[in-house]
Structures are given as C-alpha cells and as structure tokens.
C-alpha cells in the first residue's frame, strides 16, 4: 500500500497531494501543468516535500516530522519518465541489465524483459539506433526489471502507434498484476485511463481534487458526474419541460430536445459525452431524428489523443463543447482551429439527472462517427 500526503511548492505553484494505492493501478489524470510529473517525481525521492509523509507498505520514504528522506536508489521504486533517461553507451541489453544482478544470469533476466515488451533482436543496439518508440520499451523494461515495490510512469507509451500501445497496456497490466503491487500512472489519454486503470485520481491546479474507481465511468447514475470531474464532457444544469410530443431541456445558453417517456418537469441536470456528439457534413441535409439539436461552433483547440481526436467547439452563443472521434473519421473533415463547424446532439445521447430520480439512456462506448446523413 502506497500511502502519500505531501505539500510542495515550485516558485508560484503549490502542490497538494493526498492518495493511497494499493495493488492496483491509481491513474493520475489531469492537465499539462496540473502538478501529475512533479507528483511522481516526490515519491520517487527525486524532489523532496517541503512536508509531509510517504510509505510504502511498512517503510516510511520521507517524513519530514521524523526527518527521513529516504534516496532514490533505496525507495524500491521503478520509474519511466518521458525523457526515458536511458545510457546512450550501453546497447539496449546492457540498459536493461543494468537494473539486475552483473553476470550471465543478470543478461538472461534483461534478454526476457526485452522479449516481453516486443524488442528481441534488438539487444545490440544503442539508443540513438532505435526509434523513439523502441527507447520507450527499453526503458519500460528497465525498469520493471529491477522488479520495484511501487511502478511509477509518466506518458510511458506516447510515442507509440496503436497497435503496439494496445499490446503494451495489456502486457503491462499483466506484469501489475502478477507482481501485485502499487501502480500509479500519469497519462491524459482516455483509453489509457479506461484500458489500465483501477483508480483515477483528478489533478487540478496542484491539488489531487477528486478519486474514484475507474467503474463509476460507465455507471449510470454517477457517469456524468465522473466524467466531468475529469475535465471531460458537457453537464449543463437547467430546467425540463414539456412540450408536445415529450420533453425539452432548457438551460441558461442550451436547449435540448429530450428523449425519454419517464421524465417529468422540474430542475435537472443534463450530460453528453464528447463521444456521443456527432459533427456534421456541411451541405448536406439533416436526418430529421435529431431533432432541434443542432448547433453552429466554431474549433477552438483540436488534441490529438493516439487513434481519436478531442475538438473543443465554441458555440455562436458561447457555450464551449466538448467532442471526440476517431482520427480517420476527423482527417476526412479537414478541420483545423478556426474552423467552423455544425454539430448535433441526437436526443438519445443525452442523460438526464433530476432529483433523486435517474433517467439515462442506454449508449455504447464507440467512438461518435462522423455519418452521411440522408436525404
């Protein structure tokens, strides 16, 4: 069990830290500049607190009421920055080898760590020979090697392609939790998120906001709420009326057409998930079971995220939206930031909360697709 509560400043910025991890993957998931790599940094004893307490298990890593600070070398801890930090004289082999016991026996463990995140045959070479991909699982397995007490990562598969990265969370869950221990893994990508994590915990400004299973993402009731503790999705708060022929979402700059014959009228929260909105073709009719749910925007920021895209739409009445598809589907697009775009919201994807009532319609989690839609 990975215990850390921890106060820490770098110039301005404050840091805030409190979490427990046990043998399961804690996901730190937050924005660029939130405190995730100066977090992992901490507990690997690389930056020390200005107070606080860190254990792991029975040992106590840093105290600063009992003034231990344990270092680096001695925490147990298995660490994959971004920067990798690999030799750039050894051959990936050596790399690996580096982390275990010198001799024959040490170089067969590194050659089966190697095997294990896809790089036989690359045993001879030095890291300016090997992509950026490549480095990463050198140093990937370079650090489990060693086989740690606590497994800290930071963006470890950002340079990889999907296939290879789909393959590399598996076998890295595996590798979690055949070793059963404390997992805690910095990442902004969903699928990174949804695909590894037992745990999330939400990083704002510093401090660690919110934590929750990764589970309630997908729960009825509380997956709005989760989603938008990340950072991630479009809640609006507002009234439900009806109108003839069902119901109707009225909020301070959005209204929505409602889908669903057990609403009643009164205040009500509503939520779409990015994945859920789909941008249109322009000049081409609109399949009239939309409804009313459409909307002029214009791209505010696009983030690439591996195999989707994450388009922040700012609509013509200043509302900004939230929308991801599959990077095929937005290439055909051709969007860029500037770009104005029509979107809808199909009454079905919307989820509505009133009271202490739920009312949530069914979805599934592909990805939007961008449709032709008919005449």
Known sequence: MLRAEFRDAAGTFSLNVSMEVGAETAVLFGRS????SLTLRSLAGLRTPLEGKISLGERILFSSAEKIDVPPRDRKVGLLFQNLALFPHMTALENV???????KRGRARAGEWLARVKMSGFEDRHPDKLSGGQRQRVALARALAAEPEL????EPFSALDGPLRRSLRRELRDIRREAGIPMVYVTHQIEDLCSLGDRVTVMKEGITAESFPVGRLWERGARGEAWNA????NLFRGKIVSREGGFRFEGNTVCLDLDGG???PGEGLVFVAPDRIRILYPDLPVDPDLGTNIFTAAVEEIIPLGSSVRLYLAAEDGTMWQAEHSSGAYETLSLHQGSPVRFAVPPP???VWMGPRICAPEFTRNRAEILPFRS
């Open 230 to 233: 990340l950072g991630w999705g």
């Open 349 to 351: 994807s919307v989820e």
């Open 262 to 264: 057990s609403l009643f």
């Open 97 to 103: 080898a580096y982390a275990l016991p010198q001799g």
């Open 33 to 36: 500049g939130s405190g995730k």
């Open 151 to 154: 497994l800290l990562l930071d």
